[in-house]
C-alpha cells in the first residue's frame, strides 16, 4: 500500500511562485513513477508533470513547460513541483500520483494507481 500526502497549495498573486510537495509512504518509492495531475472546476483531471525513478528524465504538460519544474528527492520519499510564474488560469487542485507497477511515464489517470487528496491552488489577477 502507498499513501501520498500533498502540501503547500494555497492563495498566490499572478505571476507568484509555488512550491507543492508529496510525502509518499513506500519501501521502494525510489522506483515509482510519481506525477502531478491537477483539475480545475468543471474540467478533467489533466497531466501537469512526471519524473521517472532516476530523475534524469522529466515530462511536462505544454501549458506548464518552462513554469514548472518537477523534482524528487528519494532519500525523503518526496516529489515536489516547483510552480514558477503562476497565472490564473494555473487555478486547480494538484493532485500527487504514483505509478508503482510499471517505470513508464503515463500522461493518462488510469494508469497511475495510487493518489493524493490533493492540495488547493489558487491563482488571483
Known amino acids: 500500500q502507498v499513501q501520498l500526502a500533498e502540501s503547500g497549495g494555497r492563495l498566490v498573486q499572478a505571476g507568484g511562485s509555488l512550491r507543492l510537495s508529496c510525502a509518499a509512504s513506500?519501501?521502494?518509492?525510489?522506483?515509482?513513477?510519481m506525477a502531478w495531475f491537477r483539475q480545475a472546476p468543471g474540467k478533467e483531471r489533466a497531466f501537469v508533470a512526471a519524473?521517472?525513478?532516476?530523475?534524469?528524465?522529466?515530462y511536462y504538460a505544454d501549458s506548464v513547460k518552462g513554469r514548472f519544474t518537477i523534482s524528487r528527492d528519494n532519500a525523503k520519499n518526496t516529489v515536489y513541483l516547483q510552480m514558477n510564474s503562476l497565472k490564473p488560469e494555473d487555478t486547480a487542485v494538484y493532485y500527487c500520483?504514483?505509478?508503482?507497477?510499471?517505470?513508464?511515464?503515463?500522461?493518462?489517470?488510469?494508469?497511475?494507481?495510487?493518489w493524493g487528496q490533493g492540495t488547493q491552488v489558487t491563482v488571483s489577477s
Open positions: 513506500g519501501r521502494t518509492f525510489s522506483s515509482y513513477v
Open positions: 500520483a504514483a505509478r508503482v507497477y510499471s517505470r513508464g511515464v503515463s500522461y493518462n489517470t488510469d494508469d497511475y494507481e495510487y
Open positions: 519524473i521517472r525513478w532516476s530523475s534524469l528524465s522529466t
